[in-house]
């Protein structure tokens, strides 16, 4: 997540498209744009990881108060960052057509069910 706001910055910068009148003024010929698709696949990513790393730290707290292995519960943190620094790269500094970005992302979502489903069957 904090990759994405620079990356947001970037985009906006490169194709002078900017969401505010007075943030116009930092570049020459920049306009007020809200469309521009190359800032808003920026924006998409971020949302994106907005909504699957919030998921992912509660359900993650909740695991590790289960007192999971804590190789295993390492290993399940790691594979979600990668996972989820791959759909970022994926998706908005070198797209490449999907499934790439599914595979990704549905990595990131089976961790986060697989945690969850620790946490359920741990309380039982």
């Not at 190359?38 to 990881?49: F, G, I, K, P, T």
């Not at 289960?66 to 390492?74: D, E, K, Y």
Request: glycine share 4%; net charge positive; proline share 7%.
């Amino acid at each position: 997540m904090l990759l994405m706001s620079p990356l947001t910055a970037r985009q906006r910068f490169k194709n002078k498209s900017f969401s505010n009148p007075e943030d116009t003024m930092f570049v020459k010929g920049s306009k007020v744009r809200y469309d521009h698709p190359d800032v808003e696949r920026v924006r998409r990513a971020h949302l994106n990881d907005l909504e699957n790393i919030s998921v992912f730290f509660i359900v993650a707290l909740a695991y590790v108060l289960t007192n999971p292995p804590p190789v295993l519960a390492i290993n399940l943190f790691r594979a979600f960052t990668v996972a989820r620094i791959g759909h970022t790269i994926v998706y908005c500094i070198l797209p490449i057509p999907q499934p790439a970005r599914f595979l990704f992302c549905f990595v990131g979502w089976l961790i986060t069910i697989f945690m969850a489903g620790s946490v359920i069957l741990y309380s039982l």
